[in-house]
């Protein structure tokens, strides 16, 4: 891509976060030969979790809206921690794959919707490169009650 990636963010007016703590006995972000396989990030701003609860329709509830753009900051914690690991996101060839968890209602059958936060946001950044292949899991709870979690498999150039 012309100009890199840190031109694209600058772009798009996407600044990356500081890499989550983990919080428990795991890493980040780990390579293994071309590939970067992320943790799963939660939605965390500035450390703190912006909301929590199930994702659906109705009071109390997180809204399909909000939870997406829950999922786009999700994504944007997995790539600022594979940038931490492996320096530069220019080294990214490809998203490989995306795996969304949707702390659901049990009536809430949308977690497509929701994830789709996260795989704009990675065609935004990477264009061609950024589509990938994708689940999206409806779940009863995620961790410290975080409405969605989002992990991603990249590949690095050589």
């Known amino acids: 891509m012309a100009g890199g990636i840190a031109a694209r963010l600058a772009e798009l007016n996407i600044t990356l976060p500081e890499v989550a ?47 997406a753009g829950y999922a786009r900051q999700c994504a944007l914690n997995a790539l600022a921690a594979v940038k931490a690991l492996v320096g530069s996101l220019d080294r990214v060839a490809r998203v490989v794959k995306v795996t ?10 949308g977690q497509p919707a929701v994830i789709n936060g996260a795989s704009q946001v990675l065609s935004d950044i990477f264009g061609e490169a950024g589509v990938h292949a994708r689940s999206a899991v409806g779940v009863a709870v995620l961790p410290l009650d975080a409405p969605v979690e989002v992990e991603i498999i990249i590949d690095l150039s050589d």
């Open 100 to 109: 969304g968890f949707v702390a659901s209602d049990p009536s809430f059958t």
């Open 21 to 67: 703590a983990p919080v428990a006995t795991y890493v980040p972000a780990v390579i293994s030969g071309r590939r970067v396989y992320t943790s799963g990030q939660l939605p965390f701003v500035d450390g703190v979790m912006p909301k929590t609860g199930k994702v659906g329709e109705g009071p109390g509830l997180v809204a399909p809206e909000a939870a």
